[in-house]
């Protein structure tokens, strides 16, 4: 299979429902948001343009199966399985804010093979495909060359719901304010990661994530030099629901400080 000729389709698919996405923002009203939590919501948006997004990927590989986070579609693939996010940010376009990206993923198996995140407000478009480099519009990109946590910028997001481990991640966002160059929160998991794969931030992490949240940006992270796992440094995270992410360098030293905290039961 050629993926890079496959990922240039996707790249016009994410695109496309962007623009979408673009043209619904001032289209939304209460009656169009359901709520999944207290802090959980979804639109008719969002389920539009998942839509959309199944139809066109159903032409471009009729054998694949699908993982969507709307339920637009349960079809099982034998090898491969596309993982979609249509709007990762969906609390933020409800409020006009930006960082809202559309974010695509296929799987062979249960490895990422292509993966394009669309940052609509932006339009920064990202993507990898397996043995390629990670690209930004075109242009080649890395991660940072950070080495040591006190150094660096890092990324992480705010539970909606299980607030179980709250503790543990108060404890971990205390010593990360403390002991590195700051700490952000964009409100999109896909975003977060293609900014550690462009070197904007150092590193990553989060609990209680989905698939869809996270397929896409981890390809183009690996792509671009980085590392990624599991809280305990295990490679079953796309389906373990939590992520630690950085660059190659500073890895092991900020997997470390994330178990210290969240490691704990």
Request: glycine share 8%; charged share 25%; proline share 2%.
């Amino acid at each position: 299979m050629d993926f890079r000729e496959l990922c240039e389709s996707v790249i016009s698919v994410a695109k496309d429902t962007g623009d979408f996405i673009r043209g619904q923002l001032n289209q939304i009203s209460v009656s169009h948001i359901q709520v999944k939590g207290r802090q959980n919501f979804v639109t008719e948006v969002d389920k539009g343009a998942e839509e959309r997004i199944v139809k066109r990927l159903e032409k471009l590989l009729p054998e694949a199966g699908f993982i969507t986070e709307e339920g637009t579609s349960t079809k099982k693939g034998v090898r491969y399985t596309w993982v979609i996010d249509p709007l990762d940010g969906t609390t933020n376009f409800i409020h006009g804010a930006p960082f809202v990206a559309v974010s695509i993923a296929l799987l062979e198996d249960k490895e990422p093979v292509i993966g394009v995140i669309y940052e609509i407000f932006m339009d920064e478009c990202f993507y990898a495909w397996k043995g390629s480099k990670a690209y930004l519009n075109g242009r080649e990109i890395n991660v940072s060359a950070t080495a040591e946590v006190k150094d660096a910028l890092i990324a992480t997001g705010f539970p909606y719901e299980n607030f179980n481990r709250i503790d543990s991640f108060m404890q971990s966002l205390r010593y990360f304010f403390t002991n590195s160059h700051g700490v952000r929160r964009l409100g999109s998991a896909a975003t977060d990661l293609a900014y550690v794969a462009c070197g904007r931030y150092d590193a990553f992490y989060e609990y209680n994530l989905n698939t869809w949240d996270i397929a896409a940006g981890v390809l183009i992270l690996k792509q671009a030099g980085g590392k990624a796992s599991d809280f305990k440094g295990g490679s079953d995270f796309l389906f373990n629901r939590e992520i630690v992410a950085s660059n190659s360098n500073m890895y092991s030293d900020f997997l470390s400080q994330v178990g210290r905290f969240m490691n704990v039961r």
